[in-house]
């Protein structure tokens, strides 16, 4: 299964993590989304920051070392990492993850 993991992060940070997570083949993809404006509460404040999504394609096997990696790279002590299942994903693309993904 792919599985596709939504993560927001500061603009800076945002290049240098996703190669990060490329190059130690824990993510097929990634792709960075500028200008997102994010709205959240944080210690009982309204908070509003510029940030960059990450869109991070991984399959599920991939997925548990993924999220504790992102963990120890991310910036924030309470990064965002969200992982969807695909309910669809082309045989094409899915065999591509996967074979990208297997080559340690």
Not at 44 to 72: F, V
Request: a negative charge; aromatic letters at 6%.
């Amino acid at each position: 299964m792919v599985r596709v993991v939504l993560c927001n992060c500061p603009p800076e940070d945002a290049p240098g993590l996703a190669r990060q997570l490329v190059e130690e083949r824990l993510a097929a993809c990634v792709n960075v989304i500028p200008g997102v404006t994010s709205f959240y509460m944080w210690e009982g404040e309204l908070c509003e920051d510029q940030e960059h999504t990450l869109l991070i394609k991984t399959t599920e096997e991939r997925y548990p070392e993924l999220s504790a990696r992102l963990a120890e790279l991310h910036p924030y002590s309470v990064p965002e990492d969200i992982a969807l299942d695909s309910a669809r994903v082309a045989a094409a693309y899915h065999s591509w993850v996967h074979e990208t993904l297997s080559h340690n």
